[in-house]
């Protein structure tokens, strides 16, 4: 025992020298307490909701009990085992809570890992009664009846306190009863929001129950964090270091790592407050939070940012909504939500503002604690004219309310004197335009219509609503039912009239969306839709219907080539539907002359599996000429399917796709290019003439697409071999190829080979004086007149005058320039120059080696 207690002097004096002293309003000082746990500087979170501060008040609460309703815990890590309670199982009865997860053991560390301690990290409580209550497998998921036993079970147990780091977006009455009996008992309730980004989740979403988002170090909404007009408070949840499964720690995110922070504030107020209500717990909670939205209450944010310093030090106010006095200073009353507050003699009035999203009904039960009759008087201001109401304590009033802002005025009634009230708010969407339609027999008939889109809801539990839809022909309809919130989980059934449907819920990983896809026949067609939860949900659907007729292919039949549809002279397009991998399409077409022919598909209605063939008549059968089997992949790539030069006679095209289409129709087309002397692009260049003169005599070529490029530039290489090939057209001596080769860019294997050693050996064309020839590379017009000067043997020399403004007497190709010139082999680009070190294009060349040897 003397040991002990010397332990705990230690222990006491360290935690006393570690305390920094602050002034306040209310106390001669406030402490920032500093625990001797190493991993403290770690959770700058609890600097964040000021836990360090409220140490100076309390640091734990041994004398209620909380509830963890998670994964279990690892009832041996040395952070969290003096902290402990046995603990329940609700998955294996009768084995102990151990945790299997890991997520159990981080919300039970951020609630209450022993502080002080010298180990490890430290809770926002020091010391505490923890109930570890297993509702969580070892995948992080819970049945609902899982969770509603944990709370009737916490309850039983004599917990003050449950915390729900758990969450379902879907609302079950069972566990609405479950929260409401912990009310009744005393029991503060905590959950996370939830993290899908959507609204927040159950059973945080139920009025009683403090509803925690999550905000980052720089008090941000966290981006997955659930808002909406449930939310109370949030508190840091990113990078929330805390305990981990088999002795160690890690980072933990999300409202889960929120909200045991807000649950061991509730406890640590019970410590200094025990006869508080959870109400009261609630309220001083809300009061004391840091707004961190716009003034007061918001959907992101809720009342603020926890701040436990002030919930320990600051006292509860009879009303935490004043000023709130006229409509202009309204204070929130969010729909799902509770709002108390005080009226007197010199406080009669007070004033709310509730968003209501979409037209319906709004539930306000009604707590006073005077029991004289009419109290009070409520006014909603909606739309139309006001509509005041005169309750007792535990009346309901039920207001018709329109979408947008509703304004709440209470009133005190004479006679009252002081008291308090509490108005809890519940909204009921209103039935849909469509209702009733809750069987078949009463099915809504959709509009006419391929694509038809209606709003709808489910208002009450078990709601069902029937469409009818009538489709003219053949075709595929396409169905989508989507939902504006998470809460609703629609489940869709459709059938032909008088035949067997089937119900269609994907369970994908987005629950608010439902698709089909079917092939319909003509006739009426059912859809029905349900919530698969069978609950009452305050949200619309958006059912939409699209039909897509059978496409007729208007070239049926044309499955062989003795049916294949004709194409005229100047038809370019080819379309039809492949319904069948064992349907063909073939077409005809005839060339009476040379054609260069390119075949695309601009449109494919499939990813792959649609198949080409070109073939061309012959005397007893045809012969294939091409083929493609990436039909579709080379239409996304905007590529051509075939393109070649076609000879005149008779071709045939055929289509068949391993992917059946019947919904759309392919579109291909041929495009027809009429050959000029073989080529495609001459027909009217002004070289057209000379072109086609040195191509019948082989001294120039085109290119295997037909062309002929005349604008496009001439390498070395070509120019030399063009060169060659006319000098011998005229009989001339060009060299020898056999002569030893000086320049290293240049190899045997080069195209052009030959004819550049054959250049070189007669002096016609030389290197440069890094021992290159640089063959690929353009000839200039310089290069040009010296290389045909040499050719042809013709006599130059140096003129003292020069043609041309851009060539000097003293350039090196100047002579031959001149000496082209003077007889009309070449002549300037404009006036006065010459621009000799243009690039040489191919039809110049062509037009000059036809004047240089009269070809």
Request: aromatic share 10%; proline share 6%.
């Amino acid at each position: 025992m003397e040991r002990q207690l010397r332990k705990w002097l230690i222990g006491w004096i360290v935690c006393a020298l570690l305390v920094t002293c602050w002034p306040i309003h209310d106390q001669v000082w406030a402490a920032s307490v500093t625990p001797n746990d190493p991993y403290f500087k770690s959770q700058p979170h609890l600097k964040q909701i000021k836990a360090d501060r409220a140490w100076s008040y309390v640091t734990g609460n041994t004398a209620i009990k909380i509830a963890v309703l998670d994964s279990g815990v690892d009832r041996d890590h040395p952070d969290l085992k003096n902290n402990l309670l046995p603990g329940i199982n609700l998955l294996s009865p009768g084995r102990p809570p151990e945790d299997d997860n890991g997520h159990g053991t981080a919300v039970a560390g951020i609630l209450a890992a022993q502080g002080n301690n010298r180990i490890g990290i430290t809770g926002v409580m020091w010391n505490a009664q923890i109930i570890p209550i297993k509702v969580l497998d070892r995948h992080g998921k819970a049945l609902v009846q899982h969770l509603t036993e944990g709370i009737n079970r916490a309850v039983d147990l004599g917990a003050k306190v449950i915390l729900m780091s758990v969450s379902s977006i879907h609302h079950s009455p069972e566990l609405e009863q479950a929260v409401k009996r912990a009310e009744a008992h005393g029991v503060v309730l905590v959950a996370a929001a939830g993290n899908e980004s959507s609204r927040v989740a159950y059973p945080a979403g139920y009025p009683t129950v403090i509803a925690v988002g999550a905000v980052d170090q720089n008090n941000k909404v966290i981006y997955q964090s659930n808002t909406g007009p449930e939310l109370n408070l949030v508190a840091p949840g990113w990078s929330i270091y805390t305990t981990k499964m088999g002795g160690s720690y890690w980072s933990f995110k999300g409202t889960s790592a929120a909200a045991p922070q807000v649950a061991a504030a509730a406890a640590l107020i019970l410590a200094r407050h025990p006869n508080m209500t959870p109400l009261e717990v609630r309220q001083l909670l809300y009061h004391t939070a840091v707004d961190l939205g716009p003034k007061g209450w918001d959907r992101q944010t809720g009342y603020g940012l926890l701040n436990v310093e002030d919930a320990m030090r600051k006292k509860l106010p009879a009303d935490i909504n004043e000023p709130n006095n006229s409509q202009s200073k309204a204070a929130a009353f969010p729909i799902e939500a509770q709002v108390r507050g005080a009226l007197n003699d010199s406080d009669p009035v007070d004033w709310f503002y509730t968003d209501v999203p979409y037209s319906g009904k709004l539930s306000v039960s009604v707590w006073v604690t005077p029991q004289t009759i009419a109290p009070i008087a409520v006014t909603f201001f909606s739309g139309g004219r006001p509509v005041t109401y005169y309750p007792n304590s535990g009346h309901v009033l039920n207001v018709p309310v329109q979408a947008g802002r509703v304004y709440v005025k209470v009133e005190r009634g004479s006679g009252a004197g002081s008291f308090s009230y509490l108005l809890t708010s519940q909204f009921t969407i209103a039935p849909d335009r469509y209702e009733n339609n809750d069987n078949i027999d009463a099915a809504r008939p959709l509009p006419p219509g391929n694509r038809v889109s209606v709003l709808g809801n489910f208002h009450k539990p078990g709601d069902v609503d029937w469409f009818s839809y009538y489709v003219r022909d053949p075709g595929k309809l396409d169905v989508t039912v989507t939902a504006d919130t998470y809460r609703m989980d629609p489940i869709l059934y459709i059938a032909k009239e008088k035949e067997k449907g089937v119900p269609i819920d994907n369970n994908s990983s987005n629950p608010n969306i439902e698709r089909a896809n079917l092939d319909v026949t003509p006739g009426k067609y059912y859809l029905r839709l349900t919530d698969y939860w069978n609950n009452q949900v305050n949200g619309e659907y958006q059912l939409e219907v699209v039909y897509t007729p059978e496409r007729r292919d208007e070239n049926e039949p044309n499955d062989t080539y003795h049916r294949a549809t004709r194409l005229g002279k100047n038809d370019t397009l080819m379309t039809g539907t492949l319904p069948s991998e064992h349907d063909y399409d073939w077409f005809q077409f005839e060339m009476t002359e040379d054609t260069y022919v390119t075949i695309r598909a601009p449109y494919i209605p499939v990813q792959s599996g649609v198949r080409f063939a070109l073939y061309k008549a012959g005397a007893d059968r045809n012969y294939l000429l091409a083929s493609a089997t990436n039909v579709a992949e080379l239409s996304r790539a905007g590529s051509y399917i075939y393109a070649y030069k076609m000879t005149p006679g008779t071709y045939y095209v055929r289509l068949q796709s391993v992917v059946p289409f019947r919904y759309d129709v392919y579109r291909l087309t041929i495009s027809r290019e009429r050959l000029v002397d073989g080529y495609r692009d001459i027909s009217t260049h002004w070289a057209r003439k000379e072109i086609a003169n040195l191509t019948r005599q082989g001294i120039v070529r085109g290119f295997e697409d037909s062309t002929f490029r005349p604008n496009q530039t001439v390498t070395r290489a070509e120019f030399a071999t063009m060169l060659i090939r006319a000098m011998a057209r005229k009989g001339l001596y060009t060299g020898s190829s056999n002569v030893k080769n000086p320049y290293r860019d240049i190899t045997r294997s080069h195209w052009a080979y030959q004819d550049l050693m054959k250049a070189y050996s007669i002096g016609i064309l030389s290197g440069y004086p890094d021992g290159t020839l640089r063959p690929n590379r353009p000839v200039t017009r310089a290069e040009m007149a010296v290389m045909v000067a040499r050719a042809k043997g013709l006599y130059t020399y140096k003129r003292t005058r020069s043609s041309y403004d851009d060539v000097s007497v003293n350039h090196w190709a100047s002579p031959a320039i001149e000496t082209l010139s003077s007889v009309g082999y070449v002549r300037g680009t404009s006036y006065r120059t010459y621009q000799p070190q243009a690039n040489t294009r191919r039809a110049e060349v062509v037009v000059l080696l036809t004047k240089a040897f009269n070809l």
